[in-house]
């Protein structure tokens, strides 16, 4: 039977098994369907049962408008989506159920009515009342045609998916990623809040943002941004009060919305936000950035969609726009902090700059008086040979400090970009060999080969000579700093379009950290084996500075310990890089740069090349003797002139050699060292000195540039006597030479007395110790010796005494024998005999055992192997054949072996072997006797007189034995016994 015929059947039998078993079944059956244009149940039409059995029956959202009314039916699932308007919606004709959307879904309704074709809608937002106000959710729908008996179209089948939370979901996560792009690099606090209003209100979900922050002075927030739609507004509240604010107030609805936020009535808070002057009717507030113990940083307002309801969700998705908010803030300050940090960087750097060129600009003028009245000085007659060492000095250090004026002048005017330089068609090889050249004299002192290797090219290169000139001078016065010995190689090719300069040399390298930033400014890779410690840390900067100032580049090749490679390279322009504008009297010419940066190494060369033969100045009748830790040779010759006159005066190049002075067999009285040095340096020294007993309460003076309190309290932290700060006068100097040297004598006095009464007290202490030292191994030996008679007497006792009474009684009866049976007496005399020697050999048996001749004729070694050879058990000896040592050490340890090798024999058994080792290395006598018998438990038995013997014959010789035992896995018996 077909299905709508048993339908019919059923339906007029009263049956209903066709409309299923759920709620909506058992409401549609219950529903008086008279009342509608559909008629009663019995009176549908097949078609019509049909698709209500399959609406019924379905799990999907479905519904069925029938007739020309398009009167509804729905299953369970439709139920989520009608809400409220469930269960008044069975029944109901389209227009009535759905006027709030009529608008939309009634054309397509009629459409497919009228012209039977199915139409379909994704994520259709449509305006809904389901939960007693209207909302606005979204749909993916589709309305087919179904045909009724007769072919024609009798309703129409909606299959319905809600799509609300999907689409809210993703519409809220775009806003949220809108809100991170369009804030992420505000450069300050208010663009950042404005761009975040924006950027949550361009979406339906936030129609209104108004942000409130605190100043740092007040805590009464003020709006920095409002917006909706996208747009800035401006905001109803500029300025909120949130302490005794009027309940009705802006201000009173914020403070009651609390910490945690919370929904409160927008009419007060928010401006309309349209042209029509709508508002939503609510917002939410909340604290923004409120931490535990931390005040908030301002208050968040976000309007609230009236469309949608303010569920779970909505919630989360306010709180996660708030935070938003908070993080925003703390970027743009976090950004803004850091802009200002940066500014005052720059501010500050722009000052230095300032200071150095004019500080640099006006110590240029008088130190060129003072070097033009040195030389002129200098060129006459008229100054006797130690005047003219003095001037001399005085000219090396203000040429010194005219090159360091020179090098902040320059650095500070490339940074400043006022250097343009001048730049002319040079032949750039010959240039450099020129400039090399005058290096030569100096590189040949400090005893290191310079190698040119810059071949004549035709190429003329656009530079500036006297920048080029000082790139020369500081790179190679770097390369004879940094190498002890061996070569320095220039060399000038071309590569390409560009012009290479190459300087290459065999010192100590730089270490990898510091490879990378030996070109930064003021940084200084201090090296211990360096010529000198001297430099600010600015030559290799500016060397950077100067080259890039040519559109070239540099970089540093290097390993340690294997020398340091240079390498320039420059465009070999054949035109200026720019206008040669130099100012007048900005810069040395003429090879002024290299000749500075020569003298400065010629200081550093002359203590380091002093012969061993001055470095000691000898004065008729010293007080004294000063030790001069400098590495400056000038410094060096300064302090010797001064101090001469008074003390015997001392010289050193660096904190090592002044150390291995000091430790030496003629002691200074007083070490002057400089804090800055290379290899050790002052600190170090001191440190060396007063962690050693022999120096610790030598005299040390320190002397240093630095003149910052830091520096004076850590030296005096580690001991100095007194730190003196550079520059300073003779008279000072030596008033504190001769201060220190007074007070270590009045110390050295009282310690003296202290000492006197402390040795005393420590002498009779010793003594004390010593006789009872004396009194306890006295007793030790004398324990020893009754020990050894007992020993001697059983042996007697047991062996050749025994013999002998047998003997003696043997020869009794012999003699009665005698007269009897003379044949008999002379077989028992014979007997008589092998007896007499038996107890012969047992006499030199304990004679050997006493102290044995091989002791004395082969020593320790040879002596071990006759006991190993008598002893009744395998003994093998190994060691060093050729100890030999006093008798008494000797003795001692053959008797404690045989003890040991006695011990074995007696407890071991018939299997047991024995091994005996000798050892005598960094002055001491070792023994070992091991054996592979029963062992004994070393806890629970107590030592004999054998192991008593033995301790107490090693310790009367300051030496010390050991016994290790365990059961069934032998015994080892360990003693050492120092040799004299």
């Not at 996560?173 to 949550?200: F, N």
């Not at 909340?286 to 309007?303: E, F, H, L, Q, Y």
Request: hydrophobic share 45%.
């Amino acid at each position: 039977m077909a299905v709508y015929e048993r339908a019919e059947a059923d339906a007029a039998a009263g049956s209903s098994w066709w409309l299923g078993n759920s709620e909506m079944w058992a409401r549609l059956v219950a529903f008086d369907w008279s009342q509608t244009p559909l008629g009663a149940i019995e009176d549908w039409s097949r078609s019509l049962r049909s698709a209500v059995s399959i609406c019924l029956h379905s799990p999907f959202q479905m519904a069925l408008y029938w007739g020309a009314g398009l009167t509804c039916i729905y299953n369970d699932a439709e139920r989520e989506v009608l809400g409220n308007l469930h269960p008044h919606a069975l029944g109901l004709p389209a227009r009535e159920l759905l006027r709030d959307l009529w608008d939309v879904v009634g054309p397509q309704l009629q459409a497919v009515m009228t012209q039977g074709r199915t139409t379909w809608a994704e994520d259709q937002p449509l305006r809904v009342d389901r939960r007693g106000e209207l909302e606005v959710a979204y749909f993916t729908y589709a309305y087919s045609p179904i045909l009724d008996d007769d072919g024609s179209v009798g309703g129409v089948l909606l299959v319905t998916h809600e799509t609300t939370a999907r689409v809210l979901a993703e519409r809220r996560m775009g806003t949220l990623h809108q809100l991170t792009e369009m804030t992420r690099d505000a450069p300050t606090v208010q663009q950042a809040c404005e761009q975040a209003s924006r950027a949550l209100t361009s979406g339906p979900d936030v129609p209104f943002v108004a942000i409130y922050l605190c100043d740092a002075h007040e805590r009464q927030p003020s709006c920095v941004a409002a917006s909706a739609g996208g747009r800035s507004v401006e905001p109803a509240v500029p300025r909120l009060t949130l302490e005794a604010a009027p309940n009705g107030s802006a201000s009173g609805i914020v403070a009651r919305a609390g910490a945690g936020g919370g929904v409160v009535e927008a009419a007060a808070l928010i401006a309309p936000n349209d042209r029509n002057g709508n508002v939503p009717r609510r917002a939410f507030v909340a604290a923004i950035g409120a931490d535990a113990g931390r005040p908030s940083d301002g208050i968040a307002i976000v309007g609230l969609n009236d469309d949608l309801p303010f569920d779970d969700s909505y919630r989360s998705f306010v709180q996660i726009v708030v935070q938003g908010i908070a993080r925003t803030v703390a970027r743009a300050r976090a950004r803004e902090l850091e802009q200002r940090q940066r500014d005052s960087i720059a501010a500050l750097d722009q000052a230095k700059s300032a200071l150095l060129s004019n500080v640099s600009h006006e110590l240029r003028t008088p130190l060129a008086l003072i070097l033009g009245q040195l030389e002129q000085v200098l060129e006459t007659d008229e100054v006797l040979p130690p005047g003219r060492e003095s001037l001399t000095i005085a000219q090396r250090s203000a040429m010194r400090m005219l090159k360091l004026v020179g090098a902040l002048l320059d650095f500070s005017r490339l940074e400043a970009g006022e250097h343009e330089g001048d730049f002319q068609p040079t032949d750039l090889p010959q240039l450099t060999r020129d400039v090399a050249a005058m290096f030569r004299s100096t590189a040949e002192r400090a005893g290191l080969r310079l190698v040119l290797d810059c071949p004549p090219t035709a190429v003329r290169v656009y530079i500036d000579r006297d920048a080029w000139e000082r790139i020369l001078a500081n790179l190679l016065s770097n390369a004879i700093k940094f190498t002890p010995a061996g070569e320095i190689r220039v060399s000038t090719t071309v590569e390409g379009e560009a012009v290479v300069l190459a300087i290459e040399d065999t010192g100590i390298g730089i270490a990898q950290q510091d490879l990378g930033r030996i070109f930064s400014r003021f940084y200084r890779a201090a090296d211990a084996r360096a010529r000198s410690h001297e430099g600010a840390g600015i030559g290799l900067a500016l060397v950077r500075e100067l080259v890039a100032l040519h559109g070239g580049t540099i970089e540093a090749e290097s390993q340690p310990g294997a020398g340091t490679r240079m390498i320039v390279r420059v465009p070999a322009r054949v035109a200026p890089l720019a206008p040669t504008s130099a100012p007048e009297g900005a810069r040395q010419t003429g090879g002024a740069s290299a000749a500075m940066a020569v003298a400065e190494a010629e200081g550093w060369l002359e203590s380091a090349v002093e012969p061993p033969a001055r470095n000691r100045r000898r004065y008729a009748q010293p007080s004294a003797r000063v030790l001069i830790a400098e590495d400056n040779a000038d410094m060096q010759q300064y302090l010797g002139r001064v101090l001469s006159p008074h003390f015997e005066v001392q010289f050193a190049r660096d904190g090592a050699e002044a150390h291995a002075l000091v430790l030496g067999d003629d002691a200074p009285s007083i070490v002057i060292c400089d804090v800055m040095m290379p290899g050790m340096d002052g600190l170090s020294l001191l440190r060396a000195l007063r962690a050693d007993p022999q120096t610790a309460e030598l005299p040390v003076l320190l002397i240093s540039a630095r003149a910052d309190p830091e520096n004076t309290t850590e030296a005096l932290e580690l001991g100095a006597d007194d730190y003196l700060v550079k520059p300073f006068g003779a008279g000072e100097i030596l008033a504190r030479v001769r201060a220190a040297l007074e007070n270590a004598a009045r110390r050295s006095n009282a310690a003296a007395s202290r000492g006197r009464i402390l040795e005393r007290v420590r002498r009779e202490r010793e003594l004390r110790v010593l006789l009872n030292d004396l009194r306890a191994t006295q007793r030790r030996v004398a324990a020893a010796g009754d020990a050894e008679r007992l020993r001697i007497e059983r042996n007697l006792h047991d062996g050749a005494q025994q013999r002998l009474m047998a003997c003696r009684l043997e020869l009794g009866l012999a003699r009665e024998l005698l007269e009897d049976d003379p044949a008999a007496a002379a077989a028992r005399l014979e007997e008589l005999h092998g007896q007499l020697d038996a107890a012969l050999e047992e006499l030199r048996d304990l004679a050997h055992g006493l102290y044995p001749a091989a002791l004395i004729t082969d020593g320790l070694y040879g002596a071990l192997c006759v006991a190993a050879r008598r002893a009744p058990i395998p003994v093998s000896v190994s060691g060093a054949e050729n100890i030999r040592a006093p008798r008494s050490i000797e003795s001692a340890a053959y008797f404690c072996c045989l003890e040991a090798l006695q011990n074995a024999a007696k407890h071991g058994g018939g299997h047991t072997q024995a091994w005996v080792e000798l050892d005598a290395r960094d002055g001491v006598l070792r023994f070992q006797v091991r054996d592979d018998g029963a062992g004994f438990d070393t806890v629970a038995i107590r030592p004999g007189h054998g192991l008593t013997n033995m301790r107490d014959r090693l310790e009367a010789l300051a030496g010390r034995v050991s016994v290790s035992a365990e059961l069934g896995r032998g015994t080892t018996v360990t003693g050492e016994i120092p040799l004299p």
